[in-house]
């Protein structure tokens, strides 16, 4: 079939000689992902996008010289099928290394033994050296791969460490899973010592954004990689007696948001999870603060499934956006909280 204005830019590219012709008029635009964006539209409607500024000399010098060939027709179905299609199993993180912090229980626990299990190497990082070994003993037990670092997440320091670490280990990062964090004792705002405010801004927010600068070097260079917060439903909404908590699971979501927006064409993801009740220690020590502080909050999280989450549920979310299952998502704030946000 000779060449026709209606051909989409993706049947072009799927002719051998025409996609020569295309790079030879529009070099600087084959490369580009605005570029790829426009498999759909055909070379008019590719001008007509204020962004690519294409002359319309240029448009015609290309119009003409593809009018001397002739192109198989392709149906636009295969063309999207292979656009979005990946060889393999998309949820296996097989040769992939990843970080994961407060590794040593709950959510971080059981997302490191996931990760393993799906073929990651795994860079158990967490300040409790006993139970971060014995999670690194789990995943080796498991058949898994990984190293453990004793990390302090809110020093530079110690975070740079674990990074470096990680990189004299397995020469690369694809993933890092940002998920230590400490809960506020429960008290009105004007009661909150400020050392405790320090503390907790410090490990819960400052500890995400060290995390990210220094990973996001190395991802940066590599042009990929994936990163995973987490935040909480604290972070889409208030919670009584945990201002100081609030505000740190705030400000991871934006965090969240302004790096994935800095990254996006830059090959790498950045996305959080929301968890509301977990089964960790974190929630096994909620009634002892409350006992030992005398005081009760007004309000209670609703739990609407009639149950907490138990950590591997938080784990197969994080192991799916740190996969390429999960390849269109970046600055997704993902609440995974049995609808306790509803």
């Known amino acids: ?6 051909w989409t830019i993706g049947e072009l590219l799927a002719s051998e000689a025409a996609a020569a012709i295309v790079a030879k008029h529009l070099p600087e635009f084959v490369s580009a992902p605005a570029f790829k964006m426009a498999s759909m539209h055909t070379l008019d409607q590719l001008a007509a996008i204020p962004q690519v500024s294409l002359p319309q000399e240029r448009l015609e010098g290309l119009k003409a010289e593809l009018a001397g060939i002739t192109l198989a027709p392709v149906p636009a179905a295969a ?11 998309s949820l296996s993180l097989q040769g992939k290394v990843a970080i994961v912090t407060g590794a040593a229980g709950g959510i971080g626990r059981a997302s490191a033994l996931k990760l393993a299990a799906r073929g990651a190497k795994v860079t158990v990082v967490d300040f409790n050296e006993e139970a971060g070994k014995e999670t690194l003993r ?5 058949g898994g791969e990984g190293i453990y670092v004793k990390a302090d997440v809110s020093n530079s320091a110690d975070v740079q460490h674990f990074i470096q670490r990680t990189m004299d280990a397995y020469g690369k990062l694809d993933v890092l899973f940002n998920n230590a964090g400490i809960i506020q004792k429960f008290s009105l705002l004007q ?33 990929y990689g994936a990163i995973i917060n987490t935040a909480s439903t604290t972070g889409v909404r208030a919670e009584h007696s945990l201002a100081a908590y609030t505000a740190s699971k705030h400000g991871i979501v934006g965090m969240t948001k302004g790096a994935a927006l800095e990254y996006v064409k830059r090959g790498i993801r950045v996305n959080a999870i929301c968890p509301g009740g977990v089964a960790t220690g974190i929630t096994a020590s909620v009634p002892q603060q409350l006992q030992e502080s005398g005081y009760v909050p007004e309000e209670f999280p609703n739990m609407r499934m009639g149950r907490y989450a138990e950590p591997e549920e938080l784990a197969e979310m994080v192991a799916f956006l740190a996969s390429d299952a999960s390849s269109y998502m970046t600055g997704s704030i993902v609440l995974v909280d049995g609808g306790l946000t509803l």
């Open 191 to 223: 009661d909150i010592e400020e050392d405790h405010y320090d503390r907790i801004l410090n490990v819960n927010l400052k500890g995400v954004f060290l995390g990210m600068k220094y990973a996001l070097k190395i991802m940066d260079e590599q042009g």
């Open 138 to 142: 789990l995943i080796q037990a498991n």
């Open 79 to 89: 063309i999207s099928a292979e656009a979005v299609s990946a060889p393999g199993d």
């Open 1 to 6: 079939m000779t060449y026709n204005e209606k």
